[in-house]
């Protein structure tokens, strides 16, 4: 169903009308996202902007070998997510 409003965003209110309070929550929350500009300038950053040195490679390395020798010893990522008050949806936003 297409609407006729010649104005982009007369459009958008209409749109915004025809939606469920949960559909309306989630465009909110994109278009303060859109707006904000640390929220866009960390969305387009780099996943990794510094080189990784060879001795963070063998600490990671380290951390791998201790847990494959101490089964059931480490904090599962639940917890520390918990701990932080995160959940794992919280990790891709």
């Not at 965003?9 to 915004?16: R, S, T």
């Not at 990794?48 to 990784?52: G, L, M, Y």
């Not at 990671?60 to 494959?68: D, F, H, I, N, T």
């Given at each position: 169903m297409a609407s006729t409003a010649a104005n982009p965003?007369?459009?958008?209110?209409?749109?915004?009308e025809r939606m469920?309070?949960?559909?309306?929550?989630?465009v909110v929350g994109l278009?303060?996202?859109?707006?904000?500009?640390?929220?866009r300038a960390i969305a387009n950053a780099p996943w990794?902007?510094?080189?990784?040195s060879e001795e963070e490679e063998r600490a990671?390395?380290?951390?791998?070998?201790?847990?494959?020798e101490h089964p059931g010893e480490g904090i599962p990522h639940e917890?520390?997510?918990r701990e932080f008050g995160l959940t794992p949806d919280d990790l891709g936003r």
């Open positions: 965003k007369q459009q958008a209110h209409e749109l915004i469920s309070i949960g559909q309306v929550s989630a278009l303060e996202a859109m707006l904000d500009p640390v929220d990794e902007d510094e080189p990784i990671v390395a380290a951390s791998k070998q201790w847990l494959a917890e520390i997510l």
